[in-house]
């Protein structure tokens, strides 16, 4: 089935240090997506990626779609408490059901 | 814009009872999608409503329904509980040509 693959599942960091989780799929992706779910809370809408290779920035954030279109990456510099949550993919694979990934639930470490 | 809403926030039930949970999409949205969070399956789609019918379904049993009403509002209904149906149900909307989902706060059901 389609799925969405993503790593690692937990990350810990020091405050100040990066952050990165990846996701991957078998298949080619129509478009891929990003959402933070704070503890507690629900999935915010972050970003959406729909072209080959491309890069999109949001101050310490930085999303990358690969050329494949079959991975992805959300790259944070220099964590801060803020950034604590889950992080999750999602593509809906050229139809309406979103199928999200695994997701990586990042700590902070003061 | 007010957000989405769902109601109730939380809900403690049997296990062979039934239960209908409540969704208000943000205004002007006519698609609403239903999603079941838990730790060991993660977030997984149930459904999805637009104009009053149901344009996708997820891999979930019967017991698992819903339905839209002509205002957008969405309920879905699971019956006969089973104990793995604990678990954080997301409603989400979104607005007409994007494929941008905004959740709502989730309806938190347990099942004892």
């Known amino acids: 089935g389609q799925q969405v693959m993503q790593i690692p599942q937990y990350q810990h960091v020091q405050e100040g240090e990066d952050f990165t989780t990846y996701c991957n799929s078998s298949?080619?992706?129509?478009?891929i997506q990003w959402y933070k779910q704070r503890p507690g809370g629900h999935p915010v809408f972050l970003i959406q990626?729909?072209?080959?290779?491309e890069v999109k920035k949001q101050k310490r954030l930085t999303f990358q779609f690969g050329e494949a279109k079959k991975n992805s990456s959300l790259h944070i510099t220099a964590t801060q408490t803020t950034d604590v949550g889950t992080y999750f993919c999602?593509?809906?694979?050229?139809?309406?059901?979103?199928?999200f990934g695994t997701g990586t639930r990042l700590t902070i470490i003061p | 814009k007010a957000g989405v809403t769902q109601t109730p926030r939380y809900l403690i039930k049997t296990r062979g009872q039934q239960v209908t949970l409540s969704c208000s999409p943000i205004s002007g949205h006519r698609s609403v999608s239903w999603y079941q969070q838990t730790p060991g399956q993660g977030l997984q789609f149930l459904f999805e409503y637009f104009s009053e019918t149901q344009r996708n379904k997820g891999n979930f049993p019967g017991r698992f329904s819903g339905r839209q009403f002509s205002n957008s509002r969405s309920e879905m209904n699971v019956s006969t509980l089973e104990l793995g149906d604990s678990a954080l149900y997301l409603c989400a909307s979104r607005p007409g040509g994007t494929d941008t989902q905004y959740f709502g706060p989730g309806t938190r059901l347990t099942v004892l």
């Open positions: 990626l729909v072209k080959s290779g």
């Open positions: 999602a593509s809906n694979f050229g139809n309406e059901k979103l199928t």
């Open positions: 298949t080619t992706l129509s478009n």
